[in-house]
């Protein structure tokens, strides 16, 4: 009698409660199929982006693609219709998919919630697997929660009331290490995705919905060609019918603001949409443009405004790219998170968010981000205001726009400088927001804004420009490893004092300050803080 066939993939972590439920033998067998047919791709593509990173340290310098003007200048295609279920997003919200999450981002009145396994999740085994659960006890209305200090319940209203999901998975750079197949661990793009498109496909479908997609940290055409091929694999490994997935590309990354056409026209049966993510765009400046010397030095986190040239162009090619094309155009995250304590913070917060939503709706956005329900109302209003009964704008062609490959990376175009505070700033949102990362916790309130992994790639990214362009500050203070180090000493101690001994000793404070000191300083840049952050994540 012959020995049983061996598994094909490895679950290599300690059982959860109702893991059968996710991690079920035709699921995994899913799984590593997608592994071994796509990730020696993903692996190439990888090594791309390093061979474009170093063309960029040589030239300082992008452009759009001459090798693909022909589809640009192709007026003939258009994106696949968008299905009824995404036809309105005007207003879309953010959060990682824990159990009261799940049932307040459905809830909260937003058209669309991003159910994220990326930045606003911290990769736990326990965050991958029953993130996935409550999505499907959400689409089984199997889902309630009752927060265990305030006794306060939770459940989901009516169906037809509820958020439709798009679910974003791990960037391509990102392994899970719980999973492997012949030793090698399976990309975190493919389990997210994999994992959620087996379980819910055919039952969004019988909800009046599908598996809809937002698709991140692309920095290419050639990366869309791949989700693209992963996509109708998907499809046909499941008899489910071609064009039934539908992606939203985040235009988060400089390079890929150079390829919006080219993206769409990948995914063309797929696109639904770009996405203006700012966050994680303003960090792939940094990260590829980071020894141009000063005319590429950004000044403080929050002396870029959306109103920034260079920022403005970004907006607008992406408005009109996408309505050229039939897409729809959704703008960036309003990441402000009401104060119950301070009326006058929250006048302040939310007369720049409805600037900033007022802004968007006027200039062609289609629809946009919050991150808390609280800020739903205002960017709702910010878009009926201009929308009214339409779903959407993409008649507005914005044929009015020209943007110039220099226009994308005109960073000098600021006025604004590197200030003594902002590296204040930039340490404290570091060290805070990787402690919570070591916790398990990817969104968190800092300073009444939600942070995530892109905010914290701009902390510490920052912190390295500054410091090997010698920045000085109005200070007199010059920028330097030592400066940071004192800083990020006084955090530390002033957390300390904050939380107390007790709290102080019992979380990864110490931990977090030396992590961010490591991408912040090193002389070998990390393309990505979640990448040694990873290996000392638990669980």
């Given amino acids: 009698m012959s020995a049983p066939a061996p598994s094909p993939i490895v679950v290599d972590a300690e059982p959860l409660p109702r893991q059968d439920e996710v991690l079920t033998e035709a699921a995994l067998a899913f799984v590593a199929e997608l592994h071994r047919r796509f990730t020696p791709r993903r692996d190439e593509l990888l090594a791309h982006r390093a061979e474009r990173r170093a063309e960029i340290a040589r030239t300082s310098a992008l452009d759009f693609l001459p090798q693909t003007a022909a589809i640009r200048a192709d007026d003939s295609w258009q994106v696949a219709p968008a ?18 999450m799940t049932i307040n981002a459905l809830n909260s009145g937003a058209r669309v919630w991003l159910a994220d396994f990326e930045d606003a999740s911290a990769p736990t085994w326990e965050n991958v697997v029953l993130g996935q659960l409550n999505l499907i006890d959400a689409y089984t209305r199997n889902i309630d929660f009752t927060d265990p200090g305030s006794g306060k319940s939770y459940a989901l209203r009516p169906n037809e009331e509820l958020a439709t999901v798009v679910m974003r998975p791990r960037g391509w750079h990102l392994n899970e290490r719980h999973l492997l197949v012949g030793g ?60 039934t997935i539908r992606a939203t590309v985040l235009i988060e990354t400089i390079t890929a603001a150079y390829e919006m056409e080219e993206i769409l026209y990948e995914l063309r049966e797929h696109a639904s949409g770009l996405n203006a993510g700012r966050w994680d765009y303003l960090f792939s400046i940094v990260k ?40 729809h155009a959704i703008g960036g995250m309003a990441a402000f998170i009401p104060s119950r304590r301070d009326e006058e913070v929250n006048r302040v917060a939310f007369e720049k968010v409805k600037a900033d939503k007022d802004r968007e709706a006027n200039d062609g956005f289609d629809g946009s981000w919050v991150a808390h329900p609280d800020l739903v109302p205002i960017a709702m209003e910010s878009f009926d205001r201009v929308l009214g009964e339409k779903p959407h704008q993409k008649d507005r062609l914005r044929e009015d726009v020209d943007v110039k490959a220099a226009d994308l990376i005109g960073v ?31 969104a968190v309130a800092i300073f009444n804004l939600m942070e995530d992994a892109a905010t914290a790639e701009i902390s ?60 912040a300083l090193d002389e070998d840049y990390a393309d990505f803080l979640t990448l040694p952050a990873y290996e000392q994540l638990a669980g």
Avoid at 83 to 100: H, M
Avoid at 461 to 485: C, D, H, M, Y
Avoid at 500 to 516: I, K, R, S, V, Y
Wanted: proline residues 5%.
């Fill in 83 to 100: 299905p009824e279920a995404l036809n309105d997003r005007r207003v879309e919200i953010t959060g990682p998919t824990d159990r009261k």
């Fill in 288 to 327: 590829n443009f980071r020894d141009g010397g000063p005319k590429f030095v950004l000044p403080d986190r929050n002396a870029v405004t959306m109103t920034a040239p260079f920022m403005r162009a970004y907006t607008e090619l992406l408005v009109r790219t996408c309505h050229k094309r039939g897409a």
């Fill in 412 to 442: 000098d175009s600021l006025h604004a400088k590197p200030t003594y505070a902002g590296l204040v700033n930039a340490v404290q949102v570091g060290i805070r927001y990787i402690e919570a990362w070591l916790r398990g916790l990817g």
């Fill in 184 to 243: 090698q661990q399976v990309p975190g793009a493919l389990v997210d995705f994999g994992l959620y498109f087996f379980h819910n496909a055919q039952r969004l479908l019988d909800l009046g919905k599908g598996p809809y997609f937002y698709l991140p940290k692309t920095e290419s055409h050639l990366e869309a060609r791949l989700w693209n091929d992963v996509f109708v694999f998907a499809q046909d490994r499941l008899g489910v019918p071609q064009g």
């Fill in 460 to 519: 510490r990214s920052q912190i390295w420009q500054w410091i090997n362009a010698g920045v000085e500050f109005e200070n007199g203070e010059k920028a330097t490893p030592e400066l940071a180090r004192r800083v990020a000493a006084e955090e530390l101690a002033n957390i300390r004092a904050e939380i107390g001994e007790d709290a102080f000793t019992a979380d990864h404070w110490q931990q977090a300050h030396d992590l961010l000191l490591k991408v």
